[in-house]
């Protein structure tokens, strides 16, 4: 299995398994290969906080869900060890955000990777950074 399958695989096992980001949050995972992923969500009602636009949290949720992705297309278990945001503009009604993360270092057992949210106009709506963390496993049999 070329690099590529696998991550391919290590992202369809891991949606199939994700009943937060597929079922609560309304996302879809749209790429996931070798240190890269993509996923969107569109901005529905339940979404949007006292202001009227999308709740920084479920922002957050959709950059955190495609850091997973990303950290773990490699095949070994990795778990976030640390993680900042910075958000941009507003994400309102209807919008579909895309995310898309990839990874800027993998050495030892760290990684850093970068998302970038935006909407369906490619206008940047938050800038995520994660740290991952490698633990014993694998998401698929090896």
């Known amino acids: ?3 590529l399958e696998l991550a391919t695989a290590v992202g369809k096992q891991m ?4 009943t937060a980001s597929r079922e609560t949050m309304g996302m879809q995972l749209i ?13 529905k ?3 949007l906080n006292g202001h ?3 709740h920084g949290g479920f922002i957050f949720t959709l950059a955190d869900s495609t850091f997973a992705f990303a950290c773990n297309s490699h095949n070994t278990v990795a778990v ?13 009604l209807g919008d579909v955000l895309t995310c898309e993360g990839i990874e800027q ?13 935006t909407n369906q106009e490619g206008e940047v709506i938050a800038m995520f950074r994660g740290k991952s963390a490698q633990i014993k496993g694998t998401v698929l049999p090896s």
Not at 80 to 92: D, N, V
Not at 105 to 117: A, C, E, W
């Open 1 to 3: 299995m070329t690099a």
């Open 15 to 18: 949606f199939a398994s994700d």
């Open 31 to 43: 790429e996931c290969k070798p240190g890269y992923a993509r996923m969107s969500m569109e901005i």
């Open 45 to 47: 009602a339940l979404h």
């Open 52 to 54: 009227k636009i999308c």
């Open 80 to 92: 976030a060890a640390g993680c900042s945001i910075e958000f941009l503009r507003p994400g309102r």
């Open 105 to 117: 270092t993998l050495s030892g057992r760290h990684g850093i990777y970068d998302m970038k949210v």
